[in-house]
């Protein structure tokens, strides 16, 4: 079992930034890849952001590239995602999740957080 706990989010104006944390907890953190995905009322869940075992990789949506970046603390057994020019509609819920490996889609992983609410007003 792997155990993830996010914070970080927040109410922002736009043009903002914040930084989204999830703090893992049970079996080994650098054995999973992480991810980060949102899910805004009314919208199916998305994905953002993922980052291998090793750090070495990470994938984002275009809607958020150049924008948020992913990264890892092995030492922290953490995983941050950067969020810088913050726009609207990046208003969401939003989930750190946890899989064997690099993965686009929900099915992909196999432990979820409970979500961290994120506001961005115009």
């Known amino acids: 079992q792997v155990k993830l706990v996010e914070s970080g989010g927040g109410l922002v104006q736009a043009g903002g930034s914040l930084r989204l944390s999830c703090a893992a907890s049970g079996r080994t953190f650098s054995s999973y890849a992480m991810g980060w995905f949102r899910q805004a009322p009314g919208k199916e869940r998305e994905f953002v952001a993922v980052?291998?075992?090793?750090?070495?990789?990470?994938k984002s949506a275009d809607s958020v590239k150049g924008r948020f970046t992913i990264s890892r603390a092995y030492a922290q057994n953490t995983v941050y995602l950067q969020m810088n020019s913050l726009k609207p509609e990046d208003t969401a819920v939003y989930y750190c999740?946890?899989?064997?490996?690099?993965?686009?889609?929900?099915?992909?992983?196999?432990?979820w957080g409970q979500g961290t609410q994120v506001t961005v007003s115009s």
């Open positions: 999740a946890a899989g064997r490996q690099i993965g686009l889609f929900r099915y992909e992983y196999d432990y």
């Open positions: 980052i291998n075992l090793s750090g070495g990789t990470a």
